[in-house]
């Protein structure tokens, strides 16, 4: 009985099934929902391989066929029924594997991993150019763009030589032992607690990047995050890295990045601004450190890259300046964390119309209390707009919005010379939106509409 059952059809489900098959295992197909794209990718296949056995649209009390093997897609939840009709479908002493650990044992070449609970793109991406900047044929993935088991089939064709991969706690969840490769965590909030049950259960599965025989240049980390590895890996050496620790193995230093004192990279070159991204900046150089070797550190093409790097759309993305009045998408600020962080970067005293709300992760927003002697004004919205309101009433002037587009136009409507309208939600988007990107991007549509309209909403 050599069956893999995919345990979700999503795009790491798609990816998953397109790489056990490959290998010439039979694949059975599963999934809560179904969709006509679902089908499609399912046909397409089908068409490819022989011995694919679809079950989509799996109700309660659903029967799956025995398999050796399950890979669970990063986004089921345990209590789902799909969840424990695989566990009953798994044999004794059957695999139960989660499509990046799936995807990592079968990658047959070199990675690094990225996890923490902000900056994991924009540090992905900056590694991935380090990298290439450095000979090195890389290519992003995990939880950025392709799933890995794509990328893995990618490299199998040798069109990718190394990968950088972007690892959320999801990913991590399930996985029993990561994979020896250089790792970074880049910071620790309050983040995905529904999921984990506790902030400590959140920051043992990160950690679970530096489990293996690592030496200390492998094994990156923020300075401020030394309780927590005393707490998981008591004694364990690592390269650390901190805008405000001026102990740490990378510093920041009258705005140059330096190595043990000895500067790398003057931050007033790089497009992409703000402590949060210094320290991005620092842990992809000690990822490139831990593969090139600390000279790399110091090439000319190691400036121009981090110089030449843009971050992508929905994180502190300008993208409108009108009448003294900026506009600003960070819909990619899904937890209170990210939200300091842009409230930082743009406030200047209190001068911020801020677009709050959407699913709840039962997280912390209490830590939103340092932002908020820079908030004019905050629209909130989403299911979590009450949690939000008894969180800031009586302390930020805040007004319920009856749906995305009037909180847009009211936000817009109130926002003066030296103002900032801007979407930082510290919150998910599946209440409302498809995605994250989704909803920048429809934040992005009504804001030029109501310049458009010379603010007639």
Same mark, same amino acid.
């Given at each position: 009985?050599?069956?893999?059952?995919?345990?979700?059809?999503?795009?790491?489900? @798609?990816?998953?099934?397109?790489?056990? %098959?490959?290998?010439?295992?039979?694949?059975?197909?599963?999934?809560?929902?179904?969709?006509?794209?679902?089908?499609?990718?399912?046909?397409?296949?089908?068409?490819?391989?022989?011995? #694919?056995?679809?079950?989509?649209?799996?109700?309660?009390? +659903?029967?799956?066929?025995?398999?050796?093997?399950?890979?669970?897609?990063?986004?089921?939840?345990?209590?789902?029924?799909?969840?424990?009709?695989?566990?009953?479908?798994?044999?004794?002493?059957?695999?139960?594997?989660?499509?990046?650990?799936?995807?990592?044992?079968?990658?047959?070449?070199?990675?690094?991993? #990225?996890? &923490?609970?902000?900056?994991?793109?924009?540090?992905?991406? =900056? $590694?991935?150019?380090?990298?290439?900047?450095?000979? #090195?044929?890389?290519?992003?993935?995990?939880?950025?763009?392709?799933?890995?088991?794509?990328?893995?089939?990618?490299?199998?064709? +040798?069109?990718? &030589?190394?990968?950088?991969?972007?690892?959320?706690?999801?990913?991590?969840?399930?996985?029993?032992?990561?994979?020896?490769?250089?790792?970074?965590?880049?910071?620790?909030?309050?983040?995905?607690?529904?999921?984990?049950?506790?902030?400590?259960?959140?920051?043992? $599965?990160?950690?679970?990047?530096?489990?293996?025989?690592?030496?200390?240049?492998?094994?990156?980390?923020?300075?401020?995050?030394?309780?927590? =590895?005393?707490?998981?890996?008591?004694?364990?050496?690592?390269?650390?890295?901190?805008?405000?620790?001026?102990?740490?193995?990378?510093?920041?230093?009258? +705005?140059?990045?330096?190595? @043990?004192?000895?500067?790398?990279?003057?931050?007033?070159?790089?497009?992409?601004?703000?402590?949060?991204?210094?320290?991005?900046?620092?842990?992809?150089?000690?990822?490139? @450190?831990?593969?090139?070797?600390?000279?790399?550190?110091?090439?000319?093409?190691?400036?121009?890259?981090?110089?030449?790097?843009?971050?992508?759309?929905?994180?502190?993305?300008?993208?409108?300046? +009108?009448? &003294?009045?900026?506009?600003?998408?960070?819909?990619?600020?899904?937890?209170?964390?990210?939200?300091?962080?842009?409230?930082?970067?743009?406030?200047?005293?209190?001068?911020?119309?801020?677009? =709050?709300?959407? *699913?709840?992760?039962?997280?912390?927003?209490?830590? *939103?209390?340092?932002?908020?002697?820079? #908030?004019?004004?905050?629209?909130?919205?989403?299911?979590?707009?009450?949690?939000?309101?008894?969180?800031?009433?009586?302390?930020?002037?805040?007004?319920?919005?009856?749906?995305?587009?009037?909180?847009?136009?009211?936000?817009?409507?109130? %926002?003066?010379?030296?103002?900032?309208?801007?979407?930082?939600?510290?919150?998910?988007?599946?209440?409302?939106?498809?995605?994250?990107?989704?909803?920048?991007?429809?934040?992005? @549509?009504?804001?030029?509409?109501?310049?458009?309209?010379?603010?007639?909403?």
């Amino acid at each position: 009985m050599d069956n893999i059952l995919i345990c979700g059809y999503g795009i790491s489900g @798609r990816a998953a099934a397109r790489l056990a %098959a490959s290998l010439g295992r039979p694949v059975i197909l599963a999934d809560e929902h179904t969709s006509l794209e679902m089908r499609a990718a399912a046909d397409a296949l089908k068409k490819e391989h022989s011995g #694919i056995q679809v079950f989509f649209n799996c109700q309660p009390g +659903q029967i799956l066929p025995p398999c050796s093997a399950v890979i669970v897609s990063p986004g089921l939840r345990r209590e789902s029924k799909l969840y424990q009709a695989a566990k009953k479908a798994l044999v004794p002493g059957g695999l139960w594997i989660s499509e990046l650990e799936f995807a990592l044992r079968n990658a047959h070449c070199p990675f690094v991993s #990225i996890t &923490g609970t902000n900056g994991k793109t924009t540090t992905t991406e =900056l $590694t991935t150019a380090l990298l290439r900047a450095n000979g #090195i044929n890389a290519a992003s993935a995990g939880n950025i763009g392709s799933a890995l088991s794509e990328c893995v089939l990618e490299a199998e064709k +040798q069109q990718i &030589g190394f990968l950088v991969i972007e690892t959320s706690s999801f990913q991590l969840e399930n996985i029993a032992r990561f994979p020896d490769c250089p790792a970074a965590i880049l910071n620790l909030a309050s983040d995905h607690i529904d999921r984990h049950g506790s902030l400590e259960e959140y920051a043992r $599965t990160k950690f679970k990047v530096f489990a293996g025989n690592l030496p200390p240049e492998q094994r990156i980390m923020n300075s401020n995050l030394r309780p927590w =590895l005393e707490r998981f890996l008591p004694g364990t050496a690592v390269t650390t890295f901190s805008a405000a620790d001026p102990n740490a193995d990378f510093t920041l230093q009258d +705005q140059r990045i330096c190595f @043990r004192n000895r500067p790398v990279f003057d931050c007033a070159k790089a497009r992409i601004r703000g402590v949060h991204n210094a320290e991005n900046m620092m842990a992809a150089l000690a990822l490139l @450190r831990a593969v090139k070797g600390e000279e790399a550190l110091y090439q000319e093409s190691t400036a121009a890259a981090l110089a030449a790097f843009e971050s992508s759309p929905h994180r502190m993305e300008v993208f409108a300046r +009108q009448d &003294g009045i900026t506009y600003v998408n960070d819909s990619k600020a899904t937890n209170p964390h990210a939200v300091n962080a842009a409230v930082k970067e743009f406030a200047r005293g209190r001068n911020l119309l801020l677009i =709050l709300g959407g *699913l709840d992760k039962g997280m912390d927003f209490s830590e *939103l209390e340092i932002s908020f002697p820079h #908030i004019k004004k905050a629209f909130l919205i989403g299911s979590c707009r009450e949690t939000l309101f008894s969180e800031l009433s009586g302390k930020v002037k805040c007004a319920f919005s009856g749906d995305f587009s009037l909180a847009v136009r009211d936000a817009c409507a109130a %926002a003066a010379p030296g103002d900032v309208v801007m979407l930082s939600p510290a919150t998910a988007s599946m209440d409302m939106f498809k995605n994250y990107a989704e909803r920048g991007n429809e934040f992005k @549509r009504l804001v030029r509409e109501y310049i458009r309209k010379g603010g007639r909403g």
